[in-house]
């Protein structure tokens, strides 16, 4: 499980999946999304720009992401 720490209140789960290494490019995630191969708290999501904010979990080709606020280390 790959632990992201927030540097603001939220981050578009494109930008995310980049972000955390589990894509290469805003493209491929972009693509993934909407081909409904990400998960967000459990639940297909296909809106590249669907806010990811404090406590949500998104998964991606069998990786997890836990979001969390930066100083919650």
Same mark, same amino acid.
């Given at each position: 499980m790959?632990?992201?720490y927030l540097k603001d209140d939220f981050i578009k789960l494109g930008q995310l999946l %980049? *972000?955390?290494?589990?894509?290469e490019s805003g &493209?491929? *995630? %972009?693509y993934d999304i909407i081909n409904? =191969? &990400?998960k967000v708290n459990? =639940? &297909?999501d296909d809106r590249r720009g669907k806010k990811i904010t404090d406590g949500d979990v998104v998964e991606? %080709?069998?990786e997890k992401v836990i979001v969390k606020k930066k100083g919650d280390e």
């Open positions: 790959i632990t992201f %980049k *972000a955390s290494g589990l894509c &493209v491929d *995630a %972009k409904g =191969e &990400v459990g =639940e &297909v991606y %080709k069998g």
